[in-house]
């Protein structure tokens, strides 16, 4: 079985600094790991994933993540915060032997407010 | 640019009649789509795989019957809720592998209304 928890539902951070958005998640083999934003009334919006190689992923928006194997996580960050960063934001991940099944597992949703 | 949409992006209709929302690949082949539902600010729930040309692979605990999923090409998913009822309201979302599929990619979603 795999699982992803986002242990923050809510998120505060005023514009220009840094913002982290945690993710940790479990399967039984090698992960993919992905994070997606959700403005209000649209559908998802890819941002990064890791599937192997380099550990720190950059994406759109100026968003990167790091996967940390022994930790298990996969943290959303972003050096300067911006208003318009404010979504919801969800982690998700796939047990990479998942074979055909290929179904997403996604967190509960971290609600980034980003204060001007 | 989006790769995958959905229409209507916003439907209301009366208790007991049935709705049809459609989810098209955008310059893709999808032999796989996945039609999932999300409460107000909670996570998306996976409702069902729907595969090309075959049947659609249901989740545990969602009626097949109720909700009526039909892939009839490598673009175009529907699904159809039957019957619709005021606890049927909710923000329908698909999304589609495209590419070396391990990314999936989602539509922009549709708000279902039932009165």
């Known amino acids: 079985a795999q699982s992803v928890a986002q242990p923050e539902d809510q998120v505060n951070v005023a514009e220009g600094n840094p913002l982290t958005v945690k993710c940790t998640y479990s399967?039984?083999?090698?992960?993919?790991l992905f994070w997606y934003v959700q403005y209000p009334n649209r559908g998802l919006q890819f941002l990064l994933k890791?599937?192997?190689?380099?550990?720190l992923v950059k994406g759109s928006y100026g968003f990167e993540a790091e996967f940390n194997k022994s930790q298990t996580s996969f943290h959303l960050k972003k050096p300067s915060a911006l208003v318009s960063d404010s979504a919801l934001y969800f982690c998700?991940?796939?047990?990479?032997?998942?074979?055909?099944?290929?179904?997403?597992?996604f967190g509960s949703g971290t609600q980034l407010t980003v204060l001007p | 640019g989006a790769v995958v949409s959905q229409h209507p992006s916003w439907v209301i209709c009366k208790s007991g009649t049935s709705v049809k929302i459609e989810c098209r690949s955008l310059?893709?082949?999808?032999?796989?789509m996945f039609w999932y539902r999300q409460f107000p600010k909670q996570s998306l729930m996976l409702m069902a795989t729907?595969?090309?040309?075959?049947?659609?692979?249901?989740e545990q605990g969602v009626e097949k019957d109720k909700f009526l999923i039909n892939h009839a090409s490598l673009t175009l998913s529907t699904l159809t809720v039957t019957s619709a009822h005021p606890e049927d309201s909710s923000f329908y979302i698909c999304?589609?592998?495209?590419?070396?599929?391990?990314?999936?990619?989602f539509g922009p979603g549709t708000r279902l209304l039932v009165l």
């Open positions: 999304s589609a592998f495209r590419g070396t599929k391990e990314t999936q990619y």
């Open positions: 399967v039984s083999g090698n992960p993919y």
């Open positions: 890791y599937i192997t190689g380099d550990n």
């Open positions: 998700a991940v796939r047990d990479r032997a998942s074979g055909s099944a290929r179904q997403l597992t």
């Open positions: 310059d893709f082949q999808a032999t796989t």
């Open positions: 729907s595969n090309e040309g075959s049947k659609a692979t249901y």
